[in-house]
Every structure is written in structure tokens, then in C-alpha cells.
């Protein structure tokens, strides 16, 4: 029988970012939201449309779009410090 692998879409947490996640009972009204390109094909599209939707939905503020690097490298640390500092809620991930 073939061994079958199970992987954890969650990754690595670094404890020394010290960011505080938005729990579901945090209400969400009026944040500032953010998108997270990872480079692959129709992404920024799609996770734009995401948070401009999800902006007009809860009134909040639809801040844009940055792009990392590409979608096989871990977001650059000046990048992340920006979208810390412009958002409350980052919206990111893609698969093909």
C-alpha cells in the first residue's frame, strides 16, 4: 500500500512577529482591509474583488493590493511591516 503524506496548510507561526490574529467573536465592522498578492495567475483579480466585497460588507475601507515577491518565497519583511501598518485584515492564498 502506498504511504500517503498530509501536510498542514497552515505553516510555521514566528512567535517574534508578536501579531495578534482577529478572532472570530472580534467584530469586524469599519477595519481596514488589505490584499496579499501571491503571484500566481489571476490572484490579484480574484482576492481584490474579495476585499473590495468584503470591505462594502462590513463598511470598512478597501486599502489595495501589494504583491510579494513570488508565491514559492515568504513575504519580504518591509512588505509585511506595510500591510501591518495599513490594514487590520490581510486577505491572501491561492492554489491552482
Same mark, same amino acid.
Given at each position: %500500500?502506498?504511504?500517503?503524506? /498530509? #501536510?498542514? !496548510? +497552515? @505553516?510555521?507561526?514566528?512567535?517574534?512577529?508578536?501579531?495578534?490574529?482577529?478572532?472570530?467573536?472580534?467584530?469586524? +465592522?469599519?477595519?481596514? /482591509?488589505? &490584499?496579499?498578492?501571491?503571484?500566481?495567475?489571476?490572484?490579484?483579480?480574484?482576492?481584490?474583488? %474579495? *476585499?473590495?466585497?468584503?470591505?462594502?460588507?462590513?463598511? *470598512?475601507? #478597501? &486599502? *489595495? /493590493?501589494?504583491?510579494?515577491?513570488?508565491?514559492?518565497? !515568504?513575504?519580504? !519583511?518591509?512588505?509585511?511591516?506595510?500591510? &501591518? @501598518?495599513?490594514?487590520?485584515? &490581510?486577505?491572501?492564498? +491561492?492554489?491552482?
Amino acid at each position: %500500500m502506498p504511504k500517503i503524506s /498530509i #501536510y498542514s !496548510p +497552515t @505553516g510555521l507561526a514566528d512567535e517574534s512577529v508578536g501579531q495578534t490574529p482577529i478572532h472570530s467573536s472580534t467584530p469586524l +465592522t469599519g477595519r481596514r /482591509i488589505a &490584499v496579499l498578492d501571491n503571484g500566481k495567475s489571476g490572484a490579484d483579480t480574484l482576492l481584490a474583488r %474579495m *476585499g473590495e466585497q468584503l470591505a462594502a460588507r462590513i463598511r *470598512g475601507e #478597501y &486599502v *489595495g /493590493i501589494r504583491r510579494k515577491g513570488s508565491a514559492a518565497t !515568504p513575504c519580504e !519583511p518591509g512588505l509585511l511591516d506595510a500591510l &501591518v @501598518g495599513e490594514a487590520d485584515l &490581510v486577505l491572501t492564498g +491561492t492554489a491552482d
